[in-house]
């Protein structure tokens, strides 16, 4: 087990004292996010915090990607609320503890940047813009030519030299960046694809949605696979909700 920072050390990268009961900072207006974000993000973040996610790495990340430049305008209001929204094509940007909880697993506790990381399903390019905080090289590949479009869109301006976006059937992975220290997926398959786990690095993590039970029941959980020098190890955790995987491009 790798040693990790006492609870007052993981929050010493927000200003002023950490906290993590503070109270909802009503009086923020959000409105205009533009000029009060921040406030209201550390204010997501403390509530992360609150929530059990320790990863420093993440909690900065989480802290420092402005979610809002995510979201149609409609919905900025909504953009640091712990509620995945709409962003178009039937599809939803996750909710920032889901974010945060898969991209804690997927890390593992490293210490410093993971290597090269893999997401399927870059939706808007929220959380593509997160873990390119979190690794050094980070491959997204989208289906929808709608989504893939918008979110280089929205990420143009970040200027994320390490972040790159693919249009393409995550189905199949991306070959050429494997093996990849880590791999996610933001939409959930009836199982996990054998590509992934092929362009998965000894020594790497998978973190992914994926049906249990009936397939019709809708239900799914997050499946936690690892893969070691002696082979595969999964780990079944929580149930979640995700949009489904699918194949071919549109
Ligand atoms: N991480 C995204 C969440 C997007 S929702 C964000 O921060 O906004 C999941 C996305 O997965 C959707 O955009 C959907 O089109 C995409 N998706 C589903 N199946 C896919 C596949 N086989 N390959 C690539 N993307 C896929």
Not at 77 to 100: F, H, M, R
């Amino acid at each position: 087990m790798k040693e990790r920072p006492s609870f007052p050390a993981r929050l010493d990268f927000l200003a002023g004292k950490p906290n993590s009961k503070r109270p909802t900072p009503r009086g923020v207006p959000v409105q205009g996010i533009g000029l009060d974000s921040r406030a209201v993000r550390m204010n997501m973040v403390h509530q992360l915090a609150g929530q059990g996610i320790a990863d420093p790495l993440v909690l900065s990340a989480m802290g420092s990607v402005e979610r809002h430049r995510f979201v149609d305008s409609a919905l900025v209001n909504q953009a640091y609320e712990d509620t995945s929204l709409p962003i178009g094509l039937g599809q939803t940007i996750s909710k920032p503890g889901v974010v945060a909880r898969m991209a804690e697993l997927l890390r593992n506790g490293a210490s410093g940047r993971l290597g090269r990381v893999l997401e399927i399903g870059t939706g808007c390019g929220y959380q593509a813009a997160v873990l390119s905080l979190l690794a050094h090289e980070v491959y997204s590949i989208e289906r929808l030519r709608g989504l893939h479009d918008k979110a280089r869109d929205n990420l143009r301006n970040l200027r994320l030299a390490n972040l790159h976006l693919l249009f393409g059937d995550g189905m199949a992975g991306y070959a050429k960046g494997a093996p990849y220290a880590a791999i996610i997926a933001a939409a959930g398959g009836e199982a996990v694809p054998q590509a992934w786990v092929d362009q998965l690095a000894v020594g790497g993590r998978l973190v992914a949605p994926v049906a249990t039970g009936a397939a019709c029941a809708g239900r799914q959980a997050l499946v936690v696979i690892d893969k070691t020098a002696q082979g595969l190890r999964q780990t079944v955790l929580e149930a979640v909700h995700f949009v489904p995987l699918k194949s071919g491009v549109a």
